[in-house]
């Protein structure tokens, strides 16, 4: 996996997957700590603000899911493939 620079010739998915999982990691840290704080149902900041439409809910779910595992296996675009030869990696399989 190749991605490791902030924009420097990466696409909108990528831009958009490393968002997704920052607020998902986000929102699972403060379910925990309101769950260990005693709060009922934690802090779950998806939930509040989504929470009269859990279609909406759901489907933010699915994508913070598929955002981790493109983060995990890396973006297979073109514009990603030719960043990581430009910064003179290998490229991605």
Do not use: D, S
Not at 40 to 57: A, D, R, S, Y
Request: overall charge positive.
């Amino acid at each position: 996996m190749c991605c490791k620079g902030i924009g420097k010739g990466r696409c909108t998915v990528h831009m958009l997957v490393k968002i997704l999982v920052i607020v998902g990691g986000l929102n699972w840290g403060l379910v925990g700590l309101g769950t260990l704080m005693g709060v009922e149902g934690g802090w779950n900041v998806v939930e509040k603000l989504l929470g009269t439409w859990p279609t909406v809910e759901a489907v933010v779910y699915v994508l913070v899911g598929l955002a981790a595992l493109v983060k995990i296996f890396g973006c297979k675009c073109k514009v990603c493939k030719n960043a990581c030869v430009e910064e003179g990696e290998q490229k991605p399989m």
